[in-house]
């Protein structure tokens, strides 16, 4: 059974940066497409970012393009968000999931539906 712990949320002002981890465990992340995503109080779960199987390929949400980066270390089992330059808007509790099949079209893995395995989450909060 595959696990995933999140970690590395807190409480930062706009502007700044956090880093969140992923450890996973009973699964290989670098056999699986990685995403994380993200839900605010009374919204939608939102997609933020994916990394490939092979770890070749990244997909970010519209909202986070150009601040947050995904990435990971096989060596350790563990998948990153790095976030730069938070917003308030940023404000959510902060999700990763792995899927270990692949889909027929990239958009797919936007969709939380498509992801078999949840961490418990982390939540993020950005202060104005």
């Known amino acids: 059974q595959v696990q995933l712990v999140e970690s590395g949320g807190g409480l930062v002002q706009a502007g700044g940066s956090l880093r969140l981890s992923c450890a996973a465990s009973g699964g290989a992340v670098s056999s699986a497409a990685m995403a994380w995503f993200r839900q605010a109080p009374g919204k939608e779960r939102e997609f933020v970012a994916v990394?490939?199987?092979?770890?070749?390929?990244?997909y970010y949400g519209d909202s986070v393009k150009g601040r947050f980066t995904v990435s990971r270390d096989n060596s350790k089992n563990t998948v990153y968000l790095q976030m730069n330059s938070l917003k308030p808007e940023d404000t959510a509790a902060y999700s990763c999931?792995?899927?270990?099949?692949?889909?027929?079209?990239?958009?797919?893995?936007?969709?939380?539906?498509?992801?078999?395995?949840w961490g418990q989450g982390t939540q993020v909060t950005v202060s104005s």
């Open positions: 999931a792995a899927r270990y099949s692949t889909l027929s079209s990239m958009s797919a893995y936007y969709r939380p539906t498509e992801y078999r395995y």
């Open positions: 990394i490939s199987y092979s770890g070749g390929s990244t």
